[in-house]
Each structure stands twice: as structure tokens, then as C-alpha cells.
């Protein structure tokens, strides 16, 4: 079976920097995604690590190690529009099934 | 990239009668997905939609209640049958995208918001 851990909230200041963690159980990895989720609206694509390390993408990185079943995402210099829910999933093997935690809402303060 | 849109986007629907959710796809795609999320819940998946063939429902949901058609690599449907109250849902079409080897991207359609009255 597949478990995935994720903070439930987080509060952070405008221009500050949050680090959201997740962990995961799974069988058959097949890479990590982080989804951005603002209320009622569909989940929008953030990043897919599939290897050990840390990728960088503007304000967003990603990090995963495999061996730790860990992964966090870290949002720099935060914007009031920044905060949503935020989407931990793990891919697997078969079939390119995504399963997703429960997700972490973020509340950006003045 | 997958651009991927869906209709209805809303509905509100009787108890008892069902309700057919179409889902399209700007480009073909290796995998379509059907996922269900809940207010203030996550993402639950419902079934993966197969090209050709019945889809593989996950543990939880059946064919009877979830039938999922998809008649080519760009288009799905999914119908809520027999819908009940417990059904009211936002039911998210989601499209897998080979990126190489076994890695891919996924992409949600916009979404439809089901009530049942």
C-alpha cells in the first residue's frame, strides 16, 4: 500500500521562506509531485523529482531523497497569493497512478 | 504540457438520476485518470480510464455505480449513477503525459462540481 505524510496547516509572513515536508511509504516509486491548490479550483502542477537532490524553479524547489521516503517543497520570499493548499502525490509504476496526501494549507499573513 | 477541459462544470442533479461527465484533452495522452475530492479534502482516485478497454477501478469504487468510457487518447467520460447526496463531489478528469522512460507529468481539467439534491 502507499502512505503519505504532510503537515495539515502552516502559517508563514510575506517574504519569508516555508519548507512543507512530506513522507512517504510506497511500493513501485515512480517520482514525487508537488500540486498547488488554491480553493475551488483544480490542482495546478508544481514539480516532479524523480531523482535524489534538489530542483529549483523560480520562487518554488524541490527536493526528494529516495532512501529517506522524504521529500519538502520550499516556497522563497513568499506572496500573500501563496497561500493554498499544497498537494504532496507519489507516482507509481503501474500504470502511472498518482496518489495524493492529504495536502498542507498554507496561510501567508501580512 | 495537457490542456484539459471539462463539462459540465457544475451541476446540481436529483437524487437517484446520473449524471455523465465528459473530459477533453488538447493532445494525446498515455494515461487519463478520474479523481474525486471531497470538500476540504484531498485527491481520491477513482478509477484510470483505459484506451479501448474497461478501466481499473481503485478499492471502493465499481463500474455499476463509476461507468468510465474512453473511446480514444484524447477524450473520457465518467457517469455518477444512481447519484446520492453522499455523491455531491468535485470530480477532477486528470491526464498523464510520458515524459521518458517511466516518468511522467499529470494535468487536471478544471473540474465539475456535482450537488445532488
Known amino acids: 500500500g502507499q502512505n503519505i505524510d504532510q503537515p495539515t496547516e502552516m502559517t508563514a509572513t510575506e517574504g519569508a521562506i516555508v519548507q512543507i515536508n512530506c513522507t512517504y511509504q510506497?511500493?513501485?516509486?515512480?517520482?514525487l509531485f508537488w500540486y498547488q491548490q488554491h480553493a475551488g479550483e483544480a490542482p495546478t502542477f508544481l514539480s516532479y523529482?524523480?531523482?535524489?537532490g534538489l530542483e529549483e524553479k523560480g520562487r518554488f524547489s524541490s527536493f526528494l531523497s529516495r532512501s529517506k521516503g522524504y521529500s519538502y517543497l520550499l516556497l522563497k520570499e513568499l506572496q500573500m497569493k501563496d497561500s493554498a493548499s499544497y498537494l504532496c502525490a507519489v507516482g507509481n509504476t503501474g500504470g502511472f497512478k498518482t496518489i495524493f496526501g492529504a495536502g498542507t494549507r498554507l496561510f501567508v499573513k501580512a | 504540457s495537457a490542456v484539459i477541459s471539462q463539462k459540465p462544470s457544475r451541476d446540481i442533479c436529483q437524487r437517484g438520476t446520473s449524471l455523465t461527465i465528459q473530459c477533453q484533452v488538447d493532445?494525446?495522452?498515455?494515461?487519463m485518470f478520474w479523481y474525486r475530492q471531497q470538500p476540504g479534502q484531498s485527491l481520491t482516485l477513482i478509477a484510470t480510464a483505459n484506451q479501448g478497454s474497461e478501466a481499473t477501478y481503485e478499492s471502493g469504487f465499481v463500474i455499476d455505480k463509476f461507468p468510465i468510457s474512453r473511446p480514444n487518447l484524447t477524450f473520457s467520460t465518467l457517469t455518477v449513477s444512481n447519484m446520492s447526496p453522499e455523491d455531491s463531489s468535485i470530480y477532477l478528469c486528470?491526464?498523464?503525459?510520458?515524459?521518458?522512460?517511466?516518468?511522467?507529468?499529470?494535468?487536471f481539467g478544471p473540474g465539475t462540481r456535482l450537488t445532488v439534491t
Open positions: 493532445s494525446q495522452v498515455t494515461m
Open positions: 486528470s491526464a498523464a503525459v510520458a515524459r521518458g522512460g517511466t516518468t511522467y507529468e499529470q494535468y
Open positions: 523529482n524523480v531523482l535524489d
Open positions: 510506497t511500493s513501485g516509486f515512480n517520482g
